[in-house]
């Protein structure tokens, strides 16, 4: 498998921070190489996927409670 390396020092080391964005609505998270800094990818700073799944099952329970049919994926 390959590994992964900064574009600008090569190292191959990362870390996850917070990213401070300006005039933005909610928070980001920013991959960065460890070393150097250099920002390899921003990620939403909630899992949004793991809230949706939640989301999903909390309203599959309702709605087998409430005796209606949904159909959601997860």
Same mark, same amino acid.
């Given at each position: *498998?390959?590994?992964? /390396?900064?574009? #600008? +020092? %090569? ?11 300006? #005039?933005? $609505?909610? !928070?980001?998270? +920013?991959?960065? +190489? %460890? #070393? ?7 990620? $939403?700073?909630? /899992?949004? =996927? /793991? *809230?949706?799944? @939640?989301? /999903? !099952? @909390?309203?599959?329970?309702?709605? %087998?409670?409430? =005796?209606?049919?949904? $159909?959601?994926?997860?």
């Amino acid at each position: *498998m390959a590994t992964s /390396n900064c574009l #600008r +020092c %090569e190292n191959t080391t990362f870390e996850v921070q917070v990213l401070d964005l300006q #005039r933005a $609505d909610f !928070k980001h998270l +920013c991959v960065q +190489c %460890e #070393r150097c800094g250099a920002v390899v990818g921003v990620l $939403d700073f909630y /899992n949004v =996927g /793991n *809230m949706l799944l @939640a989301q /999903n !099952k @909390a309203i599959r329970a309702i709605a %087998e409670a409430a =005796g209606v049919s949904v $159909d959601l994926p997860g």
